[in-house]
């Protein structure tokens, strides 16, 4: 029987609620599937920030990097500004691992819906590709000036190696799906970056001639993801923009209580982390309310990464089953059932096919 160290880092606001049922379920199908899940939970978070001025110890990396896989709910809440308590845990860490590709799938699944008029699900599939690790999250900038002189420089960096590897990955991912990849671009208005971004884009794709690629100005592919989102099926993009592109898919299928995410590390060097696409939601934070679906199919992401196909299976598979029932389903679904309730049918839902 294989046992699996995984790291539990709930974090802040629903994080917490939903990365409870997440681990229900995947505790329900490593029993069914033989193997062993043991947790380590870190309370890493914004109260931890309150109580000791860090996100995280200082030794942080070193004692998540003996896990095989970190299981993340989110990240940041009011009262710690945003950039202190991102950069003081989410992001160092998918830096420290070389989670380099923020893999971001989603699929409008029947008993959801979509906000897009017509489509039904079985339609809307597509993959979010971005890159996790440079581009414009950077620390590289600052403030300067006083008064109406006053202005802020932000940096991005764009690395050769950084931009090969992610649109790579991209091309191959497509060549296990539909063969079509699809790059956000806004070269026509970003003159450094962007046009090295399509300049390797190019070069790349040139080793794929059976993949069909095309690029795609960021703006106009939003547009696309609305009104033609068939179109589309593997997205490579830049962090910010694949951050951006990646609310809005998870918007057009479902919403965001619906989308998983995985931080990547391809080498498996390091852990990888899995974490639903949206954030800690302080509006409905301690209501029991949030949908745990986006944290579960996280979890399915893991369980995946472990090389444990057969369960990540059963878990989409659990979630498919209720949600297509309808009977248990959160506000957001149109249901009125809690967090916990919709967490509890699934992990009953579970099955050996
Ligand atoms: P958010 O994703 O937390 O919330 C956006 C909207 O979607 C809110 O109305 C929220 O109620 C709704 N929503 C999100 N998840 C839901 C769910 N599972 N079920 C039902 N409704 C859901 O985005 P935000 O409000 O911009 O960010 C809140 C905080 O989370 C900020 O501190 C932000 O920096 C942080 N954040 C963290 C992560 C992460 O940890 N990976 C991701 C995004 C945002
Ligand atoms: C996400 C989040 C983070 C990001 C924020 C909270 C820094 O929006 O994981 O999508 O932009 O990477
Ligand atoms: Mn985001």
């Excluded at 896989?69 to 308590?85: E, K, N, R, W």
């Amino acid at each position: 029987m294989s046992d699996y160290r995984i790291a539990s880092i709930p974090g802040d606001g629903i994080g917490v609620d939903v990365q409870i049922e997440a681990r229900k379920v995947l505790e329900r199908a490593a029993e069914l599937h033989g193997f062993v899940l043991q947790w380590t939970e870190f309370d890493w978070s914004c109260e931890r920030f309150a109580q000791t001025g860090t996100m995280m110890p200082d030794d942080g990396v070193q004692l998540l990097a003996g896990f095989d896989q970190i299981l993340l709910g989110a990240v940041g809440f009011p009262g710690v500004p945003d950039h202190v308590s991102l950069w003081g845990l989410l992001i160092p860490l998918r830096r420290a691992f070389s989670q380099y590709v923020n893999l971001r799938p989603v699929r409008l699944l029947p008993g959801t819906n979509t906000v897009l008029a017509g489509r039904t699900a079985g339609e809307l599939e597509m993959v979010i590709v971005r890159e996790n690790s440079e581009g414009e999250y950077s620390r590289i900038g600052g403030r300067h000036g006083t008064g109406a002189g006053e202005f802020a420089l932000q940096e991005s960096v764009f690395t050769r190696t950084g931009v090969e590897r992610i649109v790579r990955y991209a091309f191959e991912l497509a060549k296990t799906r539909t063969g079509r990849v699809v790059s956000a671009t806004k070269s026509n208005g970003i003159i450094h970056t962007m046009p090295f971004w399509d300049e390797i884009f190019a070069e790349i794709a040139a080793e794929y001639p059976d993949v069909h690629s095309e690029q795609c100005h960021i703006d106009a592919l939003a547009a696309r993801m609305v009104q033609q989102p068939e179109r589309i099926d593997v997205v490579v993009a830049s962090n910010l923009f694949g951050d951006i592109l990646s609310d809005l898919a998870a918007a057009v299928t479902g919403g965001l209580g619906m989308a998983p995410s995985g931080n990547i590390n391809p080498e498996s060097t390091h852990p990888s982390m899995f974490e639903a696409v949206h954030g800690s939601a302080p509006d409905i934070a301690g209501q029991g309310i949030a949908n745990p679906v986006a944290q579960i199919l996280a979890g399915a992401m893991l369980l995946d990464h472990l090389g444990e196909r057969a369960a990540a299976g059963s878990v989409s598979a659990a979630v498919e089953t209720v949600l297509a029932a309808g009977e248990v389903a959160t506000p957001d679904l149109g249901g009125k059932s809690t967090t916990a309730e919709l967490g509890t049918a699934v992990a009953e839902a579970v099955k050996i096919s």
